[in-house]
């Protein structure tokens, strides 16, 4: 459907659990947060049947997201029941990577379209320290294992921090130099943890591909659910991408509504508002109710963000940390 400024909204983004086995210092404190308990989580009949609704209103694109989805048991269950829904397109997977390898004949099987797998450092130290304690060869093999599925879309996800070397971003994209995956660099966003490790702004990191593997070529069409721009440096077999929310706001194409692991919709990323659906599920709402809800809520999305402002204090903006929005 159609929001009050016209754009069409086809993409949920689905946190499936605020639980991770990690806890990357710009998404989640050390402590981690308070998790919310497994009967305030949505289950994978809500989630379906929220989607099933969805799909009236034009959702044909759903990503599974958390916290670390694959923490979550059963998963595949899920992606099968939402495959199986008319009208649903496409769904992927975004993940640390590190419990992919032993999910992922029951996930393809259950017809996973993609997977984006976070990874900023090729370094095994600063991966560790990155991560609080996560241990890079495991997303590695979470990688190799992916790869070994040509059907499968396979992204590599980094978000680039002024802590890091820039060597690292030159290492990272280079493995889509023989591999048949992008690699993607997201600008941080100022969300929670996130707020404390300013943004290496993609043209930085472009510059630096540039200068080691030569100019790009820019790659034309659409890839993926979102706003990456994608590039392709000479003889390599995979697409590099950059994801610059900050540096250049693409709110007016925004496709894309999230739901939380708690059952709320959220219009827009930075802003913390939404609609309650869990309550409206547990209430015994009709899907016409649920879904007059959704459509209200996707009607009324926010123009855009304001993360270039300095309002991030102001009440209607999101305090979640990111694990607990979806990312
Ligand atoms: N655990 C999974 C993972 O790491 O891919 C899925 C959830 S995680 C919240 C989704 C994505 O959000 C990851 O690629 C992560 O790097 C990114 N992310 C977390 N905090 C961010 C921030 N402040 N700005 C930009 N991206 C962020
Ligand atoms: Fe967990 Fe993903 Fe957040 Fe890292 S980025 S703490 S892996 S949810």
């Given at each position: 459907?159609?929001?009050?400024?016209?754009r069409d909204i086809?993409?949920?983004?689905i946190?499936?659990?605020?639980?991770c086995?990690l806890?990357?210092?710009y998404c989640?404190?050390?402590?981690g947060v308070?998790c919310v308990?497994?009967?305030d989580?949505?289950?994978?009949?809500?989630?379906?049947?929220?989607?099933r609704?969805?799909?009236?209103?034009?959702?044909?694109?759903?990503?599974l997201?958390?916290?670390?989805?694959l923490?979550?048991?059963g998963?595949?269950d899920?992606?099968r029941?939402l495959?199986?829904l008319?009208?649903?397109e496409?769904?992927?997977?975004?993940?640390n990577?590190?419990?992919?390898k032993?999910?992922l004949?029951?996930l393809?099987?259950a017809?996973?379209?993609?997977v984006?797998i976070?990874i900023d450092?090729?370094d095994?130290?600063r991966?560790?320290?990155?991560?609080r304690?996560?241990?890079?060869?495991?997303?590695?093999?979470g990688l190799e294992?992916a790869l070994t599925?040509?059907a499968l879309?396979?992204?590599?996800?980094c978000v680039p921090?002024?802590e890091m070397?820039e060597e690292?971003?030159?290492?990272?994209a280079?493995?889509?130099?023989?591999?048949?995956m992008?690699v993607?660099?997201?600008?941080?966003m100022?969300l929670?943890q996130?707020?404390?490790?300013?943004?290496v702004?993609g043209?930085r990191?472009?510059?630096?591909?540039?200068?080691r593997?030569?100019?790009?070529?820019?790659?034309?069409?659409t890839?993926?659910?979102?706003p990456?721009?994608?590039v392709?440096f000479p003889?390599f077999?995979?697409?590099?991408?950059?994801?610059?929310a900050l540096s250049h706001q693409?709110?007016s194409?925004?496709?894309?509504v999230?739901?939380?692991?708690?059952?709320?919709?959220?219009?827009?990323?930075?802003?913390?508002?939404g609609?309650?659906?869990?309550?409206?599920?547990r209430?015994g709402?009709g899907?016409?109710?649920?879904k007059?809800?959704m459509e209200?809520?996707?009607?009324?999305k926010?123009?855009c963000?304001?993360?270039a402002?300095d309002?991030?204090?102001a009440a209607?903006f999101?305090t979640?940390d990111?694990s607990q929005?979806?990312?």
């Amino acid at each position: 459907m159609t929001d009050q400024y016209g754009r069409d909204i086809r993409y949920l983004r689905i946190s499936v659990t605020d639980r991770c086995n990690l806890r990357c210092i710009y998404c989640m404190p050390e402590e981690g947060v308070p998790c919310v308990s497994h009967s305030d989580i949505l289950t994978y009949d809500e989630i379906t049947r929220i989607c099933r609704i969805g799909t009236e209103l034009g959702i044909s694109r759903i990503k599974l997201t958390g916290g670390e989805p694959l923490v979550r048991r059963g998963l595949p269950d899920l992606l099968r029941m939402l495959k199986a829904l008319p009208g649903i397109e496409q769904v992927t997977l975004t993940t640390n990577g590190t419990l992919l390898k032993e999910n992922l004949g029951a996930l393809t099987d259950a017809g996973l379209d993609g997977v984006n797998i976070s990874i900023d450092t090729p370094d095994a130290a600063r991966y560790e320290q990155v991560t609080r304690g996560g241990k890079l060869s495991d997303a590695l093999v979470g990688l190799e294992a992916a790869l070994t599925y040509p059907a499968l879309t396979v992204r590599l996800n980094c978000v680039p921090m002024q802590e890091m070397p820039e060597e690292d971003y030159i290492r990272l994209a280079e493995l889509s130099r023989e591999k048949v995956m992008d690699v993607r660099f997201i600008e941080m966003m100022p969300l929670g943890q996130g707020k404390a490790f300013p943004a290496v702004r993609g043209e930085r990191v472009y510059r630096l591909l540039k200068e080691r593997f030569g100019e790009a070529g820019k790659c034309e069409g659409t890839f993926g659910n979102g706003p990456a721009v994608y590039v392709r440096f000479p003889g390599f077999a995979g697409k590099t991408g950059f994801i610059d929310a900050l540096s250049h706001q693409f709110c007016s194409a925004c496709n894309r509504v999230r739901l939380t692991s708690e059952g709320i919709l959220k219009p827009c990323l930075q802003y913390g508002t939404g609609t309650d659906l869990r309550l409206l599920l547990r209430s015994g709402a009709g899907d016409d109710e649920i879904k007059a809800a959704m459509e209200q809520t996707i009607y009324e999305k926010p123009a855009c963000h304001q993360f270039a402002k300095d309002r991030q204090e102001a009440a209607i903006f999101e305090t979640r940390d990111m694990s607990q929005i979806g990312g």
